[in-house]
């Protein structure tokens, strides 16, 4: 299946959004690496100007380590190769058309393309509303607008979250969402109505003179809230969830998949392994832990951890491309690796220390870092009993019984609504 999935990019002409994303850096990657005779990839970057794009693509994409299998096996011609076949486009998926003015190069993408790519998202959990609405969720329907478009299109491949089905037990089937489908069930979402409370907002806060600081504040407070009302534990999660019941709504008998992946972390083999970029899922854990920052685990110790390598869910989309181009139809594909090769939380607290005492993290000052076996807890009260011990009873004699109760208070309400 893999030659197949080389072979299809042959003469083609792809669309990549979120072009200097983490996932879009694997992807155009792997294309330039294994299939030289694509036609030409157009990739999206936001920037003033196409000449801003080239140079942002160049600093962020090209000069990373990720080309590093790339720039072993072409040298100095590296650059040449790739912008032979690579042009980077200053745009903005918030915008309709991408914000592109120049209608000669819109019309010559129109005839071009036959492969879209949509990986781009904020990916912030608390992300200001009306930001992650306007690329999350408007942004979506913005390129499957701009792909209705193209007339040569084979397919619409738009990248998801496996969380978009909340956080319920058991299988969860790829079933596409519909607006009545919000984990709680108490109101059918009405994405325009979402769009007006933002509006709202907006306007009253400017009323009333509010700082950028406390507009942020208060647009990140009401991301939070919209989503916990609907049943999403986060804005990222929440707007995504509303990106996929948008596509679904309204793409027609466009050929659209849909690929939701699982927590993505760093690459398993290609182009080599263990690359990564940024503290990204479960690697911002990881690293505290290593400076000695976190001293224990929350949750069972059999609680599953479902992570997939970034080049692993580039296959994965590289092949429902493959499978769903030219259908009229949707497709929904869960990426993850519970099923097939499951690592539990108490594996990830072996691996972490052992790693970790094998190779201590180095401080600013040259000092090793020494670790300790992680404690695991698997319940709130284990928890809630460490927490007392450790931390509450030491302070009774320096705090006053009043902020006692209030530190007290608000521990145990931020472990009952993020741990467990």
């Not at 990657?29 to 160049?58: G, H, M």
């Not at 032979?84 to 019309?107: A, M």
């Not at 000092?367 to 698997?378: D, L, R, T, Y």
Request: glycine residues 6%; neutral net charge; charged residues 20%.
């Amino acid at each position: 299946m893999e030659s197949e999935g080389i072979q299809f990019f042959e003469n083609k002409t792809v669309l990549v959004t979120g072009a200097t994303g983490f996932l879009a850096k694997v992807f155009v990657e792997k294309i330039l690496r294994v299939q030289p005779n694509v036609k030409r990839l157009y990739l999206l970057v936001r920037a003033s100007d196409n000449e801003s794009a080239t140079q942002r693509f160049r600093e962020e994409v090209i000069e990373k380590d990720i080309f590093r299998v790339l720039r072993n096996n072409l040298g100095a011609n590296l650059e040449s190769f790739i912008f032979e076949r690579v042009t980077p486009i200053s745009g903005d998926i918030s915008d309709e058309n991408f914000g592109i003015n120049d209608s000669i190069l819109i019309e010559e993408m129109w005839k071009e393309i036959d492969i879209v790519l949509n990986s781009a998202a904020t990916t912030n959990f608390d992300e200001r509303y009306d930001v992650a609405l306007g690329i999350n969720t408007y942004g979506a329907l913005h390129v499957l607008n701009f792909a209705k478009k193209c007339i040569k299109l084979k397919v619409l491949l738009h990248v998801s979250t496996a969380y978009v089905s909340s956080e319920k037990g058991g299988n969860i089937l790829e079933s596409p969402l519909h607006m009545e489908d919000t984990p709680k069930g108490t109101s059918r979402l009405d994405i325009n109505a979402e769009k007006e409370v933002v509006v709202e907002y907006l306007d009253r806060l400017r009323v009333q003179g509010a700082t950028n600081e406390e507009i942020t504040s208060t647009m990140k407070d009401l991301g939070i809230k919209r989503a916990k009302l609907y049943g999403w534990p986060n804005t990222y999660v929440y707007t995504k969830a509303l990106a996929e019941m948008i596509l679904g709504q309204f793409h027609q008998n466009l050929p659209l998949a849909i690929v939701r992946p699982t927590m993505v972390t760093s690459t398993y083999k290609e182009p080599f392994s263990g690359w990564i970029e940024g503290a990204r899922t479960m690697d911002g854990v990881i690293t505290a832990y290593g400076k000695g920052r976190l001293k224990s685990f929350l949750g069972h110790p059999n609680s599953i951890l479902d992570v997939i390598p970034a080049d692993m869910v580039v296959n994965s989309i590289i092949m429902a491309m493959v499978t769903h181009a030219n259908k009229s139809s949707q497709i929904i594909f869960h990426v993850g690796s519970s099923l097939r090769n499951p690592i539990k939380l108490s594996s990830l607290s072996n691996f972490t220390f052992r790693y970790f005492t094998q190779n201590p993290w180095i401080d600013r000052n040259g000092k090793s870092i020494n670790v300790h076996n992680p404690k695991i807890f698997s319940s709130i009260a284990s928890f809630q009993a460490y927490m007392d011990i450790r931390y509450i009873l030491p302070l009774k004699e320096k705090t006053s019984p009043r902020c006692m109760y209030s530190l007290h208070y608000n521990i145990t309400i931020f472990i009952s609504n993020n741990i467990f």
